[in-house]
């Protein structure tokens, strides 16, 4: 049974940081690739980054250059480091494990699986 586990949500001002993490438990968890999305009412779930299980990268424009994605494969957790927030920033955040990746000449797509954490909440105001 696939258990992902959020924590690190929270209220922040504009321009602050937070570190959100996700601990995964069923899944052989170096050998997946996991993500990160979020949400907001009335929209769609949207990808924010991925990591492959060979540690490559995707975000999606609007986060780049403010947010890293980072695993620790020894503790079974991914991570998202988020910095300059800013109030678009407020969503609740979902982590995703082995999702599908698929690769191409200069990087890969990541496909989301049925395995979600809980989702947790991020709030930048002010």
């Known amino acids: 049974q696939v258990q992902l586990v959020e924590s690190g949500g929270g209220l922040v001002e504009p321009g602050g940081s937070l570190t959100l993490s996700c601990t995964a438990s069923g899944i052989s968890f170096s050998l997946q690739a996991m993500a990160w999305y979020r949400q907001t009412p009335g929209k769609q779930r949207e990808l924010v980054a991925d990591?492959?299980?060979?540690?490559?990268?995707n975000y999606r424009d609007s986060v780049k250059g403010r947010f890293t994605i980072s695993r620790d494969n020894a503790k079974n957790t991914v991570y998202l480091n988020m910095g300059i927030l800013k109030p678009e920033d407020t969503a609740v955040y979902y982590c995703n494990a082995a999702g599908r990746v698929i690769h191409y000449n200069s990087g890969h797509y990541y496909t989301a699986s049925d395995y979600w954490g809980q989702g947790i909440q991020v709030t930048v105001s002010s």
């Open positions: 990591i492959t299980s060979g540690g490559s990268t």
